[in-house]
C-alpha cells in the first residue's frame, strides 16, 4: 500500500504532453495545407482571368459587359446572346454556356435526388439485412465509373433510345446529358442520404413504431425528417458535382452553345466549354482570359453553393436539437 | 429477514389503500394472461414456461437481476420483438381473452391498445406538439381542433402541460431529461391505449424527475393497467400492486408487492430484494 502511494503521478506526463502536441501540429498543418491549396488554385485561375480587368487590349472584347449582359442584332434570344470567340468580331455571352449548364443541372438533380433518397430509403429502411448489403456497394460502385465512360454511354446507347422513345428533333439534348450526369449524381446523393438515414437513432424507429406506426409512416415521418440535413447536404454536393461535370456533358449534350430554354434542344456547359476550348485557344487572347474566368465562376459558384449549404445544414441542425 | 433497508414510507398512501382494495374488491378478470411462454433470440432461450396474470387497472411491477429477461417480456406484450430478426415467442400471451401472438393480429391495432414508454427518453426531433400529435396524424386524424385538444388533455394527464403550454411550437428535444420522459408517456397516452408498459423509465432521471414519474404512475392507473421494469426495489415497492421477479429467464415469484416485500416465500427473492446478489 505505502509503496503505491509513492508513485509520482507527474511520470510520463512530459513525454504524453509532447505527443499530443506534435500530433496537433500534424493535423493542423494538414488541414491548413488542404486550405492553402484551394486558395492557390483559386489563385492563380483568377490571375489568368484578371487581364479582363485591367489589360485594355483584352478588355475591349472580353469583360462583364460582354459576358453577361450585352445582345448582338438580332430577332431571337438565341441570335442576341452568342458565344463564337473565334471569328472576326469574337462573341463571348456566357448566357448560353450558363444556361446549357443549368438545364443539364436541373434534369441531372431532377433525376437523382428523387431516386437517390428513395433508395437511400429502401436500403436503410424497407431492405433484408443481405439485400442492403448488396444495395449499398453497387450504387457506390456507380461513383467509381469514369465519366468519360458514362458520356460515351449516353452518346451512343441512352440518346438513341431516348429519341426513338420520345420523339427528340436532336439525338443530344438536354435530356440525355442530364439524364447521363444523374447516373453520376445518383451515387453522391444515395450515399450521403443513406448514411444520415442508417445513422438515425434505433430508439426514434422504436418509439414511432410503439405507437402503432407502419414501417413506412416511420420511414417516412420520422427517419427521413430527422436525416433532412444529410438529404439536403447530398442535394448540395451533387450540385456542385453536376456543375464541375465536364465530359459527360462534352459528350452528350451535343455540344452546341445556343440560348434556348428548350430541354429538347441541344446544349453546351460551362466546364465544356473550358475543356473542349482551353488547348486551342491563343496564351494571352481575350477568348483565354474568357475561358479562365469562366473557371473562376465555376469555383466561385461551388464554393459559394457550398458554404450556403454548410449554413442551412449547420442551423437545421441546430433546429433539431432545439437550440433556436 | 432483513427489509428494513428499503424505504417504504413514500408508499404508505398506496399501500394502505391498496390494503382495502383487495378487501372489497372480488378476483376481476385479469387484463392480461400469460401461459407457457417461451422466447428466442435465434438459438438463445431467453424465457422459459412464464405463466402470470397481469390484473387491470393496477400496477405490476418486473424486477429481477440484469439480462433476466424483463425487457423481453415486456415487449413480447406489444410485440416489439418483431423487428428483430431471428426472434420467435411461442406459448400463450392474451390480452382481454384474445391470443396476441395468433395469425390474425393487427400488431399496428395491438400497438394503439398497449403503449410503450422507453428506458432512454426517445421524443422525435420534432416539436411538442408534433410529438404528441404524432400518433393521432399516422391514425388520420387531422382535424385541428381534434388535435389541439387531445394535444392538450394528454399533456394534462402526463403532468407536463403546465410547464409546456407556452411553447408547443418549440423543439421537444429543447426540454429536460424528465420532462422528455413525461413527453413520451403523454405521446403514449395520445393514442388512447389500454395497457402502459413503461422499461425503466425513470433510470436515467434525478430524484426529483423519478417522483413525478412515480406520482404519474399512481395517477394514471384509475384508467390503465400499467407494467413497469425496474433496478429500484424502492420504486417497485412504492408505485406497484403486484411485483414479479424474474431470473435467468424464469420467473420466481409473483405476489402482492407487500408480500414480495415483506414476506416472500423464495429464498431467491429474498436475496435479491435484499440485496444479496444482483
Ligand atoms: N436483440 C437481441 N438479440 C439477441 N439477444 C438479446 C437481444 N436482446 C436481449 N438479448 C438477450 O436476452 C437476454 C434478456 O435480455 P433483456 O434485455 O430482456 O434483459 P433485462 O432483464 O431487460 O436486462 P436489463 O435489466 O439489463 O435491462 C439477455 O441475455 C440478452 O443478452
Ligand atoms: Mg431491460
Known amino acids: 500500500m505505502n509503496d503505491r502511494r509513492k508513485v509520482d503521478l507527474t511520470r510520463g506526463v512530459k513525454g504524453r504532453f509532447i505527443r499530443d502536441r506534435l500530433m496537433t501540429v500534424v493535423f493542423t498543418g494538414a488541414g491548413w495545407f488542404a486550405i492553402l491549396f484551394i486558395a492557390l488554385i483559386f489563385v492563380f485561375t483568377f490571375r489568368e482571368a484578371l487581364p479582363i480587368f485591367t489589360d485594355p487590349e483584352v478588355s475591349k472584347e472580353a469583360n462583364l459587359h460582354e459576358f453577361f449582359v450585352k445582345r448582338v442584332e438580332g430577332e431571337t434570344i438565341e441570335q442576341q446572346f452568342v458565344w463564337q470567340p473565334v471569328g472576326e468580331v469574337p462573341k463571348f455571352s456566357f448566357i448560353p454556356l450558363i444556361l446549357g449548364t443549368l438545364k443539364a443541372t436541373f434534369v441531372g438533380l431532377l433525376f437523382a435526388c428523387p431516386i437517390g433518397v428513395a433508395a437511400a430509403l429502401f436500403s436503410s429502411e424497407f431492405a433484408p439485412p443481405k439485400l442492403r448489403e448488396w444495395i449499398k456497394p453497387t450504387i457506390e460502385l456507380l461513383a467509381g465509373i469514369p465519366s468519360v465512360v458514362l458520356g460515351f454511354f449516353a452518346l451512343l446507347v441512352l440518346a438513341s433510345w431516348l429519341q426513338n422513345t420520345f420523339g427528340f428533333t436532336y439525338r443530344l439534348n438536354a435530356w440525355n446529358a442530364g439524364l447521363a450526369l444523374g447516373i453520376a449524381l445518383l451515387p453522391v446523393v444515395f450515399t450521403i442520404s443513406e448514411d444520415g438515414m442508417s445513422s438515425v437513432p434505433r430508439h426514434y424507429r422504436e418509439g414511432s413504431l410503439a405507437l402503432g406506426a407502419s414501417r413506412f409512416q416511420t420511414a417516412w415521418k420520422v427517419v427521413l425528417p430527422a436525416a433532412l440535413p444529410a438529404v439536403f447536404a447530398s442535394f448540395v454536393l451533387a450540385f456542385g458535382r453536376a456543375i464541375g461535370e465536364t465530359m459527360i456533358l462534352l459528350m452528350a449534350g451535343g455540344n452546341a452553345a445556343i440560348t434556348s430554354f428548350s430541354l429538347s434542344d441541344p446544349l453546351r456547359t460551362l466546364s465544356a466549354t473550358i475543356a473542349a476550348e482551353l488547348g486551342e485557344v491563343v496564351f494571352g487572347d481575350p477568348h483565354y482570359s474568357a475561358l479562365f474566368f469562366m473557371g473562376t465562376l465555376l469555383f466561385v459558384l461551388t464554393f459559394v453553393s457550398n458554404s450556403a449549404g454548410q449554413w442551412v445544414i449547420g442551423r437545421m441542425q441546430r433546429r433539431m436539437q432545439g437550440e433556436s | ?278
Open chain 2, 1 to 278: 429477514m432483513n427489509v428494513t433497508t428499503i424505504n417504504m414510507s413514500a408508499g404508505d398512501r398506496q399501500s394502505e389503500e391498496r390494503a382495502t382494495k383487495i378487501h372489497e374488491e372480488p378476483e376481476a378478470s385479469p387484463k392480461i394472461q400469460v401461459r407457457d411462454f417461451n422466447f428466442f433470440y435465434g438459438d438463445l432461450h431467453v424465457l422459459h414456461d412464464i405463466a402470470l396474470d397481469i390484473p387491470e387497472k393496477q400496477v405490476t411491477a418486473f424486477i429481477g437481476p440484469s439480462g433476466c429477461g424483463k425487457s423481453t417480456f415486456l415487449r413480447s406484450i406489444n410485440r416489439m420483438n418483431d423487428i428483430i430478426p431471428g426472434a420467435r415467442a411461442r406459448g400463450t400471451l392474451m390480452l382481454d381473452n384474445q391470443d396476441l401472438y395468433a395469425k390474425a393480429v393487427d400488431v399496428v391495432a395491438l400497438r394503439r391498445k398497449v403503449g410503450m414508454v422507453f428506458q432512454k427518453s426517445n421524443p422525435f426531433p420534432k416539436s411538442i406538439y408534433e410529438n404528441v400529435a404524432y400518433g393521432l396524424r399516422i391514425g388520420g386524424v387531422n382535424d385541428r381542433r381534434i388535435l389541439d385538444d387531445i394535444v392538450q388533455t394528454s399533456l394534462q394527464r402526463a403532468a407536463l402541460w403546465d410547464e409546456v403550454k407556452d411553447r408547443l411550437d418549440s423543439s421537444a428535444m429543447a426540454l429536460s431529461g424528465g420532462q422528455q420522459q413525461r413527453l413520451c408517456i403523454a405521446r403514449a397516452l395520445a393514442v388512447d391505449p389500454e395497457v402502459l408498459l413503461m422499461d425503466e423509465p425513470a433510470s436515467a432521471l434525478d430524484p426529483i424527475a423519478t417522483q413525478k414519474i412515480e406520482e404519474l404512475v399512481y395517477e394514471l392507473k384509475s384508467n390503465y393497467t400499467i407494467v413497469i421494469v425496474t433496478h429500484n426495489m424502492q420504486q417497485a415497492a412504492r408505485v406497484s400492486d403486484r411485483t414479479a421477479f424474474f431470473m435467468l429467464g424464469k420467473l420466481v415469484e409473483y405476489d402482492d408487492t407487500n408480500t414480495i416485500f415483506m414476506n416472500p416465500k423464495q429464498k431467491l427473492t429474498e436475496d435479491y430484494i435484499t440485496g444479496r446478489f444482483g
